[in-house]
C-alpha cells in the first residue's frame, strides 16, 4: 500500500519570505516522490521528482524538496517566496514495485504568498 | 510538444444520461491515465493503459465506467447512467518511461457537472 499526508491545509507566507510544503509518506518498497502544483481551472503541472541519488531535488520555478527517508518527509522548499507561487500543490508517491504505475496524491496545501 | 489535451472543457449533463471525454496524449508518450478528482481532494487514480492495453482498474471505476484507448494514442472515457456523485474533474496523462520511471504530464481536465 502508498499513501501521502500532507498536513497542512493552508499555508500563508509574506513575499521574499522563505517557504516550505511539508509532505509524508508510506510505501512498502522505495519511494518515488514527485510535486505537482495546480492553478485555478487547469490541470496539475509537474515540479519536480525524486527517483533515487541525491537527497536534495530542484525543479521548475527555483523549487526545491529534501528527501528525508528516516522521517519518510518529502518536504517541498523555496529560498524566496513569489506572489505568482500562490497555487494548489499536491505531493505525490509511487511505489518503487513493477507493475504499479498509478500515483498516489495528497489532499493538497493551498499556499498563498501575502505580498 | 504540445501537451495533453482534453475534450470538453466542461460538461453539464442531467442524472441518468452518458457522457463520453476524450484525451490526446503527447504525442509518442505510451503510457495514458484516468484520475478523478473531487473538491478539496487530490486526484484519484482510476485507470492506466499502456498502448491500447488496459493494465490496471481501481475500484473507483464502477461498471458504468469504461475507459478504451483502440489504437494507442488517444483515449475516451465513458461514464453510462450519470449520477450526481459523479461530479469532478477528470484528469487525463500521459508519460514515456526514461531510465527508471516515468513522470506524468496532466492535461487541463474536463470538469462534469450532473444535474
Known amino acids: 500500500a502508498q499513501s501521502v499526508a500532507q498536513p497542512e491545509d493552508q499555508v500563508n507566507v509574506a513575499e521574499g519570505n522563505p517557504l516550505t510544503v511539508k509532505c509524508t509518506y508510506s510505501?512498502?518498497?522505495?519511494?518515488?516522490l514527485f510535486w505537482y502544483v495546480q492553478y485555478p481551472n487547469r490541470g496539475l503541472q509537474f515540479l519536480l521528482k525524486?527517483?533515487?541519488?541525491?537527497?536534495l531535488v530542484k525543479g521548475s520555478y527555483g523549487f526545491e524538496a529534501e528527501f528525508n527517508k528516516s522521517q519518510t518527509s518529502f518536504h517541498l522548499k523555496k529560498p524566496s517566496a513569489l506572489v505568482s507561487d500562490s497555487a494548489l500543490y499536491f505531493c505525490?508517491?509511487?511505489?518503487?514495485?513493477?507493475?504499479?504505475?498509478?500515483?498516489?496524491f495528497g489532499t493538497g496545501t493551498r499556499l498563498t504568498i501575502i505580498p | 510538444d504540445t501537451g495533453v489535451s482534453q475534450d470538453p472543457r466542461h460538461k453539464i449533463t442531467k442524472r441518468g444520461q452518458n457522457v463520453t471525454f476524450r484525451c490526446d496524449p503527447i504525442s509518442e508518450h505510451n503510457r495514458l491515465y484516468w484520475y478523478r478528482q473531487t473538491l478539496g481532494q487530490g486526484p484519484e487514480f482510476l485507470t492506466y493503459f499502456q498502448n491500447e492495453a488496459q493494465l490496471e482498474k481501481s475500484r473507483l471505476l464502477s461498471d458504468r465506467f469504461s475507459a478504451e484507448r483502440p489504437k494507442g494514442s488517444f483515449s475516451t472515457l465513458e461514464i453510462q447512467r450519470t449520477e450526481q456523485g459523479d461530479s469532478a474533474m477528470y484528469l487525463c496523462?500521459?508519460?514515456?518511461?526514461?531510465?527508471?520511471?516515468?513522470?506524468?504530464?496532466f492535461g487541463p481536465g474536463t470538469r462534469l457537472t450532473v444535474l
Open positions: 510505501v512498502s518498497g522505495n519511494p518515488y
Open positions: 525524486y527517483i533515487t541519488g541525491d537527497n
Open positions: 496523462a500521459s508519460s514515456a518511461v526514461v531510465g527508471r520511471t516515468d513522470t506524468q504530464y
Open positions: 505525490a508517491v509511487r511505489d518503487e514495485f513493477f507493475g504499479n504505475e498509478k500515483l498516489t
